[in-house]
């Protein structure tokens, strides 16, 4: 058996792996750079985040847009009113609304889409008061 072709065979091997090893410390000396640039870019972002969530409790809450139908405001004025929580009926006939179903049941909608807009809260099933 010769060992020369081994050898060769060997060294081939050897020499891609180097290659291949050589192109990986590159590599790695190149993302350390680009770390070495993003940690203080990091750090910054993190203190003004710092900053920013200590100023944001000296500014009053922005309140939130109304849906665009004229109900919205007047039922904003019934609950600025009221002493206690309403419910849907309580509003309809605040607002001089027929006592239909179809008017009690799409002031109830108008009022939970006041809810998830974080202006109203639901006190009991049905019963609805401002938000503090």
Do not use: W
């Amino acid at each position: 058996m010769k060992i020369q072709p081994l050898l060769d065979a060997l060294g081939v091997q050897e020499d891609a792996v180097r290659a291949l090893a050589d192109d990986l410390r590159t590599q790695i000396e190149r993302l350390h750079c680009r770390l070495q640039e993003a940690e203080p870019h990091l750090e910054h972002l993190a203190i003004t985040r710092k900053t920013v969530t200590a100023l944001a409790d000296r500014f009053p809450a922005v309140p939130p847009d109304l849906p665009e139908h004229p109900d919205y405001p007047r039922i904003l004025g019934v609950f600025n009113d009221a002493t206690g929580p309403l419910r849907a009926r309580d509003v309809c006939e605040a607002l001089d609304h027929e006592l239909l179903s179809k008017n009690i049941e799409g002031t109830r909608a108008k009022l939970k889409r006041l809810v998830k807009l974080d202006i109203l809260t639901g006190v009991d099933v049905g019963s609805f008061t401002r938000k503090q």
